[in-house]
């Protein structure tokens, strides 16, 4: 077994080499690579379809529709995150000139804690940013509902949520503007990639001038924008990779199952179950480990499940709040955090993804069940 290839926690959705090539072909017949190209078009009408949402703006990967959507709003002052997330949250709003402020999460969902926002707010604060930490939808209506209450723009760091409904509508259409990744690590990706999902064809159109520079025609900027264009290659393989994404999702989900059903009796591990009424896309298979009641720590347990070749992922940690370009933030102290700083030391993301084999999830499940015999 120790001499098997690693198994790491998800492996990339890759397309169907005859389906891209055709579509490849027409690349290279076409000689129209990139610049809102024919694919360019087709997957953004494609994904409006799948995902259930009006407008989608593609981008060249999940963070420059951050930074995007920050701009178009034109948000100042301070805006409210979490520090329970991958650290581009944050980058996001520190590459705008503006100040994180970090409230703590709910450790029923991993989002942000609606009952902590309040508190937060300043005269300066103008945005809240959430995450739907491993694709669980925030509480977004108490969210809202605070935005509403104080004046607020909400953008929706959704780039774990692809494909996430509450009842039957997509998640993606919650506050001002959601962004996804299509990174290789997701769900569904293009290799690199991203989108801005917006509600109306104005919003659409400065989005689409903001990633290509702030160009409206040949010879007028409108505003300074940046390059975040997605190339014809990639919405080749988001094409081509949209025809496989729900197979890949239903593979997870069987994994989930196995999971939960093997892992539920286990003292001192955590998960979370299905939520009423919403359409997961099992993008991540986080566990929580309470070291007392386990026997054993969660990065003892990380680094048996590496001795045996099998690599999780400690998603969240360390919190984002820690690294040294934010420690210093008056909202970055663990005193502030407490859900968040006690659950980055709990978790473990286990590996889940369409070609995991039933051999390797009985290992992972047996190591998880009894660690101290492995
Ligand atoms: C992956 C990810 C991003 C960044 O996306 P990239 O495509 O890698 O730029 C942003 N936020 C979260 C929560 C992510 O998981």
């Not at 926690?9 to 129209?32: H, R």
């Not at 409230?103 to 739907?132: F, Q, S, W, Y």
């Not at 990633?211 to 390059?227: D, Y």
């Amino acid at each position: 077994m120790e001499n098997q290839p690693a198994t790491t926690v998800t492996t990339p959705l890759l397309p169907d080499l005859d389906d891209l090539n055709l579509l490849l072909k027409e690349i290279w017949a076409s000689k129209w690579v990139t610049n809102n190209g024919q694919f360019h078009q087709q997957l953004e009408k494609a994904l409006c379809d799948y995902l259930k949402v009006p407008f989608i703006s593609l981008f060249t990967n999940g963070t420059l529709p951050l930074l995007t959507a920050l701009q178009a709003l034109r948000v100042s002052g301070e805006v409210i995150t979490t520090p329970y997330s991958f650290v581009a949250t944050t980058h996001s709003i520190w590459w705008n000139g503006l100040k994180p402020v970090f409230v703590d999460i709910d450790p029923n969902t991993c989002g942000l804690d609606p009952d902590k926002i309040e508190a937060a707010i300043t005269p300066r604060t103008t945005a809240i940013m959430p995450v739907h930490c491993y694709g669980k939808p925030c509480d977004g209506i108490r969210i809202q509902q605070i935005a509403d209450k104080y004046g607020l723009k909400v953008i929706y760091d959704a780039a774990h949520a692809f494909g996430v409904e509450v009842n039957g509508k997509s998640v993606l259409n919650w506050g001002d503007m959601s962004t996804l990744s299509f990174h290789a690590t997701k769900v569904y990706n293009t290799i690199e990639g991203g989108a801005l999902i917006v509600h109306d064809e104005a919003t659409k159109k400065r989005i689409d001038y903001l990633k290509n520079f702030g160009f409206e025609s040949e010879t007028e900027v409108v505003a300074p924008g940046i390059n975040g264009k997605m190339d014809e290659i990639r919405a080749a393989i988001g094409l081509t990779n949209l025809r496989k994404v729900d197979r890949s999702i239903e593979a997870r989900h069987e994994v989930a199952v196995r999971y939960r059903d093997s892992l539920r009796h286990i003292k001192g591990i955590r998960f979370f179950d299905d939520m009423p009424g919403v359409k997961h896309n099992y993008s991540y298979f986080p566990i929580f480990v309470n070291a007392e009641e386990y026997g054993m720590t969660r990065d003892e347990l990380y680094y048996t499940l590496i001795k045996h070749n099998i690599y999780g992922r400690r998603y969240f940690y360390p919190l984002i709040s820690t690294f040294d370009c934010y420690r210093a933030l008056p909202s970055a102290s663990a005193d502030n955090l407490p859900n968040a700083t006690r659950i980055a030391n709990e978790v473990i993301c286990l590996p889940i993804h369409h070609e995991l084999t039933n051999d390797i999830l009985n290992r992972i499940i047996d190591i998880v069940s009894a660690p101290k015999k492995a």
